[in-house]
């Protein structure tokens, strides 16, 4: 683009609400009146740009570490030395947190982590990004830099690294993943043959990060909007297999999408969940390549959990029947349930074991059923079966076991009076 037009396009950043709210104005007003330099950089311009919401806003200037610590501390402002190492330091303005980062260029990198030094070239800092795009900044004054010619790459859905593709990668192996995640929020056109060759070559450079960094990559990618035609990219070039090493199924994951597609047309009210997807496309794997990629991806215990839940209880829900429903609600809350139910109707449509209709009509019930579900209390507790002179703690449990699975399979509706007298006759029956 044109200088001219980059300017226009930079005082109309000026106007959008990301940089006008109180938190953002109070960090712009600290840097003005200590006469430092400082521009907006990264996803705040890039985003702005497409008008879509901005949701991180980072900050770059020529001020070393030390001196940005002192400024914001001198001014009041709570400051955590976050990353001060690659110089970042996170402030907070009004509950809203900021990232500045002092400009800085790569003096050794390999492949997982970066030395840096700090230096005063604004381009020099542009230049160890990773995609043209992801290079602007913005001036609080609204002068807008390109030096890549990123913004026509982002007006027309290119993702294009910054000089050598290869160098980019053999700088940080991750950006293999950032490539396909970017493809997958602002690519228009298919990644070229001659990209994806080149994913295809470095594929096995993935296997030497960390699975924290890979998961954050690949859960992004799963919650894109319609990640499919990327996961295709990555099963092709063998991405995928870094890190799910085992089968995976792709048609059951387009199956769900479709799914969700659907329902968001309908206005169901639906929350994209990235694990939900990774379980479809974990659909056809053991239990113990479901634990295999909660160790790979270091998910955390309740990710593990929530991931094991999809394995051990999708397909129970059918048929969807008003009892069944209430039961999953109570066993899983809504949101598991509702996971449990889109998984399986997946599976089904992609067996042609069900129709589009069918499985509307199984999620209108649901959405019945969760609107006047209330959780119901078990109405007795060890205490009333110590009454009964039960004193070992194992019978006492295995009682109240016992009577619960009685009392859901009536529908939550026996009492305690009837609770009890289930108990009663359990006793004398064992005896």
């Known amino acids: ?52 919401p901005v949701k991180d806003i980072d900050i770059c200037t020529p001020l070393l570490p030390h001196a940005i610590i002192s400024l914001f501390r001198d001014h009041d402002f709570a400051v955590y030395e976050t990353g001060l190492k690659h110089g970042t330091v996170t402030i907070v303005s009004n509950h809203q947190p900021f990232e500045i980062t002092t400009l800085r260029q790569d003096k050794e990198t390999d492949g997982r982590r970066a030395l840096v030094e700090f230096t005063d070239s604004w381009q020099a800092d542009a230049a160890r990004r990773d995609f043209t795009f992801n290079a602007l900044s913005l001036t609080a004054e609204g002068e807008l830099f390109d030096y890549f010619d990123g913004i026509s790459d982002l007006l027309v859905g290119i993702v294009r690294f910054i000089g050598n593709p290869l160098d980019r990668i053999k700088e940080d192996h991750l950006r293999i993943l950032r490539l396909l995640r970017f493809q997958c929020y602002y690519g228009k056109s298919p990644l070229s043959l001659e990209t994806l060759g080149l994913v295809s070559q470095h594929a096995n450079l993935i296997s030497k990060l960390s699975g924290e960094r890979i998961r954050q990559e ?20 063998k991405l995928l297999q870094q890190f799910l090493p085992f089968f995976f199924n792709l048609k059951t994951l387009e199956s769900l999408l479709f799914i969700e597609v659907n329902l968001l047309n309908k206005n169901f009210s639906l929350k994209i969940d ?41 397909g129970k829900i059918k048929p969807v029947e008003p009892l069944t429903i209430r039961q999953f609600l109570y066993d899983h809350g809504p949101e598991i349930s509702l996971d449990l139910l889109l998984l399986q109707e997946a599976i089904d449509l992609c067996t042609k074991s069900t129709t589009l209709k069918s499985i509307f009509n199984d999620l209108e019930l649901y959405d019945k059923a969760c609107k006047i579900w209330e959780n119901p209390v078990f109405p007795i507790k060890g205490d009333d079966v110590l009454k009964l002179n039960i004193r070992e703690g194992k019978e006492i449990g295995r009682l109240l076991d016992e009577v619960k699975r009685w009392w859901r399979q009536h529908d939550f509706r026996p009492d305690h009076t009837a609770c009890m007298e289930y108990v009663k006759g359990l006793i004398a029956a064992s005896k």
Request: aromatic content about 10%; overall charge positive; glycine content about 4%.
């Open 218 to 237: 690949f859960l992004k990618i799963l919650s894109a909007h319609d990640p499919y035609p990327t996961l295709l990219d990555m099963n092709k070039t």
């Open 1 to 52: 683009m044109s200088f001219l037009k980059n300017q226009t396009l930079g005082k109309s950043l000026l106007k959008q609400a990301w940089i006008n709210n109180a938190s953002t104005k109070r960090v712009i007003d600290c840097f003005v009146k200590n006469q430092a330099p400082f521009r907006f950089v990264g996803g705040c311009v890039r985003d702005g740009i497409l008008k879509r």
């Open 274 to 314: 990235p694990l939900r997807r990774l379980a479809a496309l974990l659909s056809s794997a053991s239990e113990k390549d479901y634990l295999q990629t909660s160790k790979i991806l270091k998910f955390s215990s309740r990710q593990q959990q929530q991931l094991l839940s999809y394995y051990h209880h999708t």
